[in-house]
């Protein structure tokens, strides 16, 4: 099974901009659906963004024409880049891919 490596969040001030990255320890070029969720304390994990892997994409309402996800088959990455970021959008980002996990990247929007 894949294993999955998150990178990239941090502490940004709101209008700023940050790129995660997914890593995985194997071929990702044959995995169908890629994506990036994340989560708050007390609430459901949610969807953030998708892309499979002919690079059609999917985005939450929320984050659409601010984060944008793309993937780098030959590198086996998987990357968000996130515009224009607001407190809204502080939470744990978690990458999945075949139904597994990574830890999850902290992300804090905060002046």
């Known amino acids: 099974q894949v294993q999955l490596v998150e990178s990239g969040g941090g502490l940004v001030q709101p209008g700023g901009s940050l790129r995660l990255s997914c890593a995985a320890s194997?071929?990702?070029?044959?995995?169908?659906?890629m994506a990036w969720f994340r989560q708050v304390p007390l609430k459901q994990r949610e969807l953030v963004a998708s892309?499979?892997?002919?690079?059609?994409?999917d985005y939450a309402d929320s984050v659409k024409g601010r984060f944008t996800i793309s993937r780098d088959n030959a590198r086996n990455t998987v990357y968000l880049q996130m515009n224009s970021l607001n407190p809204e959008d502080t939470a744990i980002y978690y990458c999945n891919a075949n139904k597994q996990w990574g830890q999850g990247t902290q992300v804090t929007v905060s002046s």
């Open positions: 892309i499979t892997k002919w690079g059609a994409t």
């Open positions: 194997s071929s990702i070029s044959s995995i169908y659906l």
